[in-house]
């Protein structure tokens, strides 16, 4: 068991990556309260619209559609340390700019809009560039760990921070919820600026002409020309906009299905949490680049769990189905991610991750509106188990291309054996 244990947590004996995943889980505490504490203060501005939430979820993930590619090219040029350093510069100055909205009660709806887009750019600016960077802490060697405990981290950070916002917004009220927010964007800050960079694994940068050389466009023609890339960003493309959508969809499932206050909704949101932490527990043993069945596999699990939870007609039923949703949900996420980040060049990883993170996060503007839209006409659960649906034709989908591209590589493979021999005879 402790040999067991000492693999799974083996990348936190580095401490420049110590030192991130401390940072991050910091963070990432205080922004899942103040997505809640969002999500509250804008039903309470907005009379309990569903449509009004689907829209501030819209703004928040627009700029990582617009700029997520850019910033993986710069991430393929640049330091990424510094370049993690201005982002989450970025993102705290806005924090402490809302939270004093908040706090002196001078906060309007468009204010969660204009907030909610430009922390988007912040998220937009920061996502690759972090995914990126993982490599350069831990190298190729603990990459698969190092993955699986990010993830663990921010669900981690999942299960406390939705939890802790509840009680809090109920006892305080949704400014102090921000407050924190703000505060705990700061560590991160501190955590890079105490790295070590010459620990950092990482090349040296290209020269100038060359950075200059490198487009996005190189970026996509790589992974079109790469299918065992394209698929699990195909899939995921599809589950991110129609399913991963919980955010929006289990403030209204509680809100407007149920009846029940914010610590209720932050139930919902610790115990999905709390399955999905398993799933990226159950990863960090992992040491080699995930099958394309086994990323077909979860997406089907986390599909279909998805599709019960919207159907489920009772509060205790959705609560003991979101778990099992949360460990598909991530354990799909985290397999598809190591495929495509181990499967990927150095040269080109900067633009690939972004590109991931596009069809990850960047699908939401145009998901998070219509389901929204689907919540507040035809109820919450509606547009859970539809997104569910979608998501579970487009996985079978992908295992049926797959299993007649692995079939037609096994027919080239035998027939022409017996052929030789005939032709001898």
């Known amino acids: 068991m ?4 000492s693999t ?3 990348s936190l004996q580095v401490r420049n990556y110590r030192l991130f995943a401390f940072g991050q889980l910091v963070k990432l505490i205080g922004v899942w309260m103040m997505f809640i504490a969002q999500d509250w203060l804008v039903l309470e501005l907005s009379g309990d619209s569903a449509t009004a939430l689907g829209v501030v979820v819209a703004l928040q993930f627009t700029p990582v559609l617009l700029l997520t590619l850019l910033s993986g090219r710069l991430a393929d040029r640049y330091d990424k340390r510094m370049l993690l350093f201005v982002a989450n510069a970025f993102w705290t100055v806005l924090s402490l700019a809302m939270s004093v909205l908040v706090l002196t009660d001078l906060v309007q709806l468009w204010h969660v809009f204009v907030f909610a887009a430009l922390l988007g750019v912040a998220n937009a600016m920061e996502t690759p560039v972090r995914q990126a960077f993982v490599s350069e802490l831990v190298g190729t060697a603990l990459l698969p760990n190092a993955l699986s405990l990010n993830a663990a981290v921010f669900n981690s950070a999942r299960i406390v921070g939705p939890a802790v916002a509840g009680l809090a917004i109920a006892v305080f009220d949704v400014g102090p919820v921000f407050l924190v927010t703000a505060l705990s964007s700061i560590a991160p800050l501190v955590t890079v600026i105490r790295m070590r960079p010459t620990e950092l694994h990482r ?9 200059a050389a490198a487009t996005v466009l190189d970026g996509l023609r790589y992974v079109a020309r790469r299918p065992d890339l394209l698929l699990p960003m195909v899939v995921m493309s599809v589950i991110g906009m129609s399913l991963f959508n919980f955010q929006l969809t289990l403030a209204a499932l509680a809100k407007t299905v149920f009846n029940t206050g914010a610590a209720s909704f932050g139930l919902f949101s610790t115990t999905l949490a709390a399955g999905a932490l398993v799933g990226a527990l159950a990863g960090t043993g992992r040491r080699s680049r995930p099958s394309v069945w086994l990323v077909l596999g979860a ?6 769990f998805g599709t019960l939870v919207g159907l489920a007609p009772a509060y205790w039923m959705v609560v003991a189905l979101l778990p099992p949703t949360g460990f598909f949900m991530v354990y799909f996420a985290q397999a598809a991610n190591q495929r495509v980040q181990l499967g990927t060049d150095a040269a080109f990883r900067g633009r690939v991750m972004a590109l991931w993170v596009l069809v990850f996060l960047g699908t939401n503007p145009v998901g998070a509106p219509i389901i929204g839209w689907v919540a507040e006409t035809f109820g919450a659960g509606a547009s859970i188990w539809a997104g569910g649906l979608l998501s579970l034709t487009t996985a079978l989908l992908a295992l049926a291309w797959q299993l007649r591209r692995a079939g037609a590589r096994l027919r080239f493979r035998v027939l022409p054996l017996p052929r030789f021999y005939v032709t001898e005879m």
């Open 8 to 10: 799974m947590f083996q």
């Open 2 to 5: 402790q040999a067991r244990l």
């Open 299 to 304: 997406a089907i699990g986390c599909a279909t």
């Open 203 to 211: 090349d040296p940068l290209p020269p100038r002409d060359e950075r």
